[in-house]
T-cell receptor
Framework: QQQVKQSPQSLIVQKGGISIINCAYE??????FPWYQQFPGKGPALLIA?????SEKKEGRFTISFNKSAKQFSLHIMDSQPGDSATYFC?????????????FGTGTRLQVTL | DGGITQSPKYLFRKEGQNVTLSCEQN?????MYWYRQDPGQGLRLIYY???????QKGDIAEGYSVSREKKESFPLTVTSAQKNPTAFYLC????????????FGQGTRLTVV
């Protein structure tokens, strides 16, 4: 059972364009929604995150939009740059005891062309 | 520098052999995690540990085992019972209750030959 569904699987955007990646979740108990960026051969790194009491969060060129009623959230990358070419994972977490368990989407491979 | 160190970076295993992947962190984090990454499937949770001497199965624990004898260390053993062990393995840690940022190591790529 895939609790976090991510689309598209791959994305090609021209330099300066807007990259949009979408995720949908099923479990309403999720209380934290991060996005991770991963370069080839490296571990993922936190990019930006949002909690469900906020509809939007912006950090530089990266924005998360969150729709609680639709159980959807998306990552927007404005003015996309070749250095943004990477795989992006959305995730959702739920607190269990003293630890958080992250459930990841399947990833989106972004390629930004010149 | 604080962080998570995974070793080795590349590992080759013969069929039928057990192999242990190392994960060490100096972030003083309580919770540690092992994920498996396969193309098109994202990251899937194998095992996690909240405190020393305690760990729980994740979504795909069959064929794997872990130990947590020290706060800093969370080794993963891929046993011969794991039918398809070739994958990229990622170790992560989270600081303390109430925080949710996971810090990842650089990964170990395991190949069965």
């Amino acid at each position: 059972q895939q609790q976090v569904k991510q689309s598209p699987q791959s994305l090609i955007v021209q330099k300066g364009g807007i990259s949009i990646i979408n995720c949908a979740y099923e479990n309403t108990a999720f209380d934290y929604f991060p996005w991770y960026q991963q370069f080839p051969g490296k571990g993922p790194a936190l990019l930006i995150a949002i909690r469900p009491d906020v509809s939007e969060k912006k950090e530089g060129r990266f924005t998360i939009s969150f729709n609680k009623s639709a159980k959807q959230f998306s990552l927007h990358i404005m003015d996309s740059q070749p250095g943004d070419s990477a795989t992006y994972f959305c995730a959702a977490s739920i607190q269990t005891g003293t630890a958080s368990k992250l459930t990841f989407g399947t990833g989106t491979r972004l390629q930004v062309t010149l | 520098d604080g962080g998570i160190t995974q070793s080795p970076k590349y590992l080759f295993r013969k069929e039928g052999q057990n192999v242990t992947l190392s994960c060490e962190q100096n972030l003083n984090h309580d919770a540690m995690y092992w994920y498996r990454q396969d193309p098109g499937q994202g990251l899937r949770l194998i095992y996690y540990s909240q405190i020393v001497n305690d760990f729980q199965k994740g979504d795909i624990a069959e064929g794997y085992s872990v130990s947590r004898e020290k706060k800093e260390s969370f080794p993963l053993t891929v046993t011969s019972a794991q039918k398809n062990p070739t994958a990229f393995y990622l170790c992560a840690s989270i600081g303390y209750a109430g925080t949710t940022e996971a810090f990842f190591g650089q990964g170990t790529r395991l190949t069965v030959v």
